[in-house]
C-alpha cells in the first residue's frame, strides 16, 4: 500500500514538475543543501535578514526592524543582509530597492551581504553606498542615487532577489508532492468566493481545509486531464497530511509551542489550513518562499512585527513539512501614536513621521534616530546612557528580552529632546558637514549661504555648547537653520519686539553710545563693563537685582539696552550670547547691523 501511495506521489510530481509551470524545476533540494552549508559562524552567532517588498514607501518600520536586526548580528558576530522580497510583481515599484537602500544607508544602517549599490570596498551595501556619496554613513550629502545605482548582490547565499529563486522554490515544493503533503488544487476564485460566503453564513472559519480541502485526494491522471483542459491550479499544503507526520515524529498535540525571542513561550492552536505554496503561475507565496529561503540563507533570528504573529502556525507548519529547523522568531509590537489621548498605529495616510524621507526632510540626525529608537527597542537603554553619557552606542548590548510586547509609543516630542543630547555630543565641525549635507537636498538658499564659509557654520553652531551646562537647544536641521539664519545679511530680519522699557528716543542713543566705546578686540568682561557704563549714563540700572529693588529710580536695566543691542544684531528678542555672536560676525558687521536704524522700528 505504501509503495502505491509512494509511485502516486511520483506520477504527480513529474506531471506538476516536467513543465507545466514555465520554469517547472527539476532540482534535487540536496544540491542545494550542499551549494548552501551552515555558516561558519561563531557560536552564537545571530544571522538575521531584512525582507523588504519593493513597494516604494520607506517608512519607520523598515528602519526600525532593521537597525535591530543589524544591531543583533553585530552584537553577536553574525551575518546581516538584505533579501528583496518580490514574488508580487503588481506592487513592485521601479527605482524602489535603489531607494531602500539609499535610505537606510542614510541612517546608518548597512548589510553584510545581500543586495546591493554596486560600488567597491566596504561593508555590504550600507557602508559602499556611503563611500561613493557621503564622509561616513551618518552624514547625508547629495542623494545617492544621483550618482547612479546600479544593483549588485555580494555574498554566497544569493539570489537575493526571490524572483531569481524560482528553480529552488520549485525543488522543494516538488519534494513536498513525493512526500505526499502538497497537491494541486483546481478550485477557481469563484469556487472559493461562494466558499467563504457559506462560511461566513455558518460561523465558521474561512479558508480551504478538512472538507473544502476537494483536491486533497486527487489522482495523477484527474490531475492530468484538468491540466491539459488548461484549468488553472495552484499547489497546497496537505496541512492534514503534514500534522500526521508531525504526528509520527511525536509532536501530535493540537497546539503548538514556540520561544519567542521577545515574548517568551508561545501556545498557538495548529495550523489547520492548506495554504497556497505555489501560485497558479509557478510563483511561491510569502510563507513558501520565506521558509525555504531562510532555512538555505541559514538565518537564526527573525526579528519581525507582531502582525506575523497569526502566520506563525503556518510557519511552523512548512518547516516541518519540508524537514526544516526554523529559526527563533521574535516578534516586536507596533510603533504608535497618541491620537486624543488614545494609542492607535502609526498610518501611512495620517502620519507623515511615519515615513523615513519626513526625517530626512526635516534634518534629523541619523545618530539621534537611531539613538532614539533604542530607548524604545530596549527599556533599559536610557539607563545605560545615563551611566555612559559619552559612550557610542555600538556599546550598548541590545536583548531581545528586553523589547516591550505592548505597543511603542512614539513620540516626536521625545525624539527632540533625545536628538538635543545627541547633538551636543557631535563636534561641531561634523555638525557643519551635517547641516551642509541636508541644505544641499532640502534648502538650496541656505545651502548656498553656509557653504560660503564652513568653518563660519562651524564656529555659529559651537556657540554655547562647551562647558559643564551646554546649550540644549538644537534638534534638527530644519529648525537649525531658523536659529541661525541670521548670521546671513540675505536672511536677516527684525522679527522680535524691543523692549517695553525703552523709549523709542533712546534707541539712537543706545546704538550711538555702544559704537562710540566699542572695540571688537575686548575680552567678554570689558566689553559687558561698557555696556554697563553706557546703561547708567542713559538711566538704566546696572544689574537687575538694582532695578528691581528701585523700579521708581530708573528706566529698566542693562537687560534692557542689551536686548536692544540683540534685536540690532540679530532681528530676534532670543539668542544665544551676544558677545559670541559679534565675534562671529566680526567689526564690520556688527557696525553695519547696529548703525542700520532703518531695521529697528520706533
Known amino acids: ?4 501511495r509512494e509511485n502516486k506521489n511520483e506520477l504527480m510530481a513529474e506531471l506538476l514538475f516536467s513543465g507545466s509551470w514555465a520554469s517547472g524545476g527539476q532540482g534535487d533540494p540536496s544540491y542545494f543543501e550542499k551549494k548552501y552549508p551552515p555558516r561558519a559562524l561563531p557560536e552564537g552567532a545571530a544571522v538575521t535578514r531584512l525582507g523588504p517588498s519593493p513597494t516604494g514607501f520607506i517608512h519607520l518600520g523598515n528602519l526600525y526592524t532593521a537597525f535591530m536586526n543589524e544591531k543583533l548580528s553585530n552584537e553577536t558576530g553574525g551575518v546581516f543582509f538584505l533579501r528583496i522580497e518580490d514574488t508580487d510583481s503588481k506592487r513592485e515599484v521601479e527605482g524602489a530597492v535603489e531607494s531602500l537602500i539609499a535610505s537606510l544607508a542614510h541612517f546608518g544602517v548597512s548589510f553584510d551581504e545581500g543586495v546591493a549599490l554596486a560600488d567597491a570596498g566596504g561593508k555590504g551595501s550600507g557602508t559602499a553606498l556611503a563611500n561613493a556619496t557621503t564622509p561616513d554613513a551618518t552624514t547625508p550629502g547629495a542623494n545617492p542615487l544621483d550618482a547612479g545605482g546600479i544593483i549588485t548582490e555580494n555574498g554566497a547565499y544569493g539570489p537575493y532577489y526571490q524572483s531569481a529563486r524560482t528553480e529552488i522554490y520549485h525543488a522543494y515544493a516538488r519534494q513536498l508532492v513525493l512526500k505526499g503533503l502538497a497537491y494541486p488544487c483546481f478550485l ?3 469556487e472559493i468566493a461562494r466558499m467563504r460566503e457559506g462560511q461566513e453564513a455558518a460561523k465558521e472559519m474561512p479558508g480551504v481545509y478538512g472538507g473544502y480541502a476537494l483536491y486533497r485526494g486527487i489522482s495523477p491522471e484527474g490531475a492530468r486531464e484538468r491540466i491539459e483542459n488548461g484549468e488553472p491550479y495552484v499547489l497546497r499544503l496537505n496541512a492534514d497530511a503534514a500534522n500526521a507526520l508531525a504526528a509520527e515524529a511525536g509532536d501530535a498535540e493540537p497546539y503548538i509551542n514556540v520561544d519567542d525571542g521577545i515574548r517568551g513561550r508561545l501556545s498557538m492552536p495548529r495550523n489547520m489550513m492548506d495554504v497556497v505554496v505555489l501560485k497558479s503561475d509557478g510563483i511561491p507565496t510569502y510563507h513558501f518562499a520565506h521558509v525555504v ?8 533570528h527573525v526579528i519581525r512585527g507582531e ?3 497569526p502566520s506563525l502556525p503556518i510557519h511552523i507548519a512548512l518547516f516541518g513539512a519540508l524537514g526544516f529547523e526554523p529559526p527563533t522568531y521574535c516578534h516586536s509590537t507596533v510603533l504608535m501614536k497618541l491620537d486624543g489621548g488614545k494609542k492607535r498605529k502609526l498610518s501611512k495616510r495620517k502620519d507623515p513621521e511615519l515615513s523615513l524621507e519626513y526625517y530626512r526632510a526635516e534634518g534629523y540626525h541619523p545618530k539621534a534616530i537611531l539613538e532614539y529608537l533604542l530607548t524604545v527597542i530596549n527599556s533599559n537603554f536610557e539607563e545605560w546612557r545615563a551611566e555612559n553619557p559619552d559612550a557610542p552606542i555600538a ?7 528586553k523589547m516591550g510586547v505592548s505597543g511603542i509609543l512614539f513620540d516626536l516630542d521625545k525624539l527632540s529632546d533625545v536628538s538635543k543630547d545627541v547633538l551636543v555630543r557631535i563636534p561641531a565641525a561634523e555638525l557643519s558637514d551635517f547641516m551642509l549635507g541636508w541644505a544641499s537636498e532640502y534648502n538650496s538658499a541656505a545651502h548656498a549661504a553656509m557653504s560660503a564659509d564652513p568653518a563660519m557654520l562651524a564656529r555659529i553652531l559651537d556657540i554655547g555648547r562647551g562647558g559643564a551646562k551646554p546649550r540644549k537647544d538644537l534638534a534638527y536641521a530644519k529648525q537649525i ?5 541670521y548670521f546671513y545679511d540675505d536672511f536677516f530680519e527684525v522679527a522680535g519686539d524691543l523692549p517695553e522699557r525703552v523709549p523709542s528716543s533712546d534707541i539712537a542713543h543706545i546704538i550711538e553710545g555702544y559704537l562710540q566705546g566699542y572695540d571688537h578686540a575686548d575680552d567678554r568682561d570689558l566689553w559687558f563693563g561698557k555696556i554697563r557704563e553706557l546703561a547708567e549714563d542713559l538711566g538704566y540700572a546696572a544689574k537687575p537685582k538694582d532695578y528691581k529693588k528701585e523700579p521708581d529710580r530708573y528706566k529698566g536695566h542693562v537687560g534692557d539696552v542689551s536686548a536692544v543691542l540683540r534685536i540690532a544684531l540679530t532681528g530676534r528678542a532670543e539668542s544665544p550670547d551676544l558677545y559670541e555672536i559679534q565675534q562671529i560676525l566680526g567689526e564690520v558687521r ?3 547691523r547696529m548703525a542700520n536704524l532703518s531695521k529697528i522700528p520706533a
Open 395 to 401: 556599546d550598548f548590548n541590545m536583548t531581545t528580552e
Open 188 to 190: 477557481t476564485e469563484d
Open 293 to 300: 529561503d531562510d532555512h538555505l540563507m541559514r538565518t537564526t
Open 1 to 4: 500500500m505504501e509503495s502505491v
Open 307 to 309: 502582525e506575523w504573529m
Open 481 to 485: 537653520w531658523g536659529f541661525i539664519s
Open 590 to 592: 556688527v557696525r553695519e
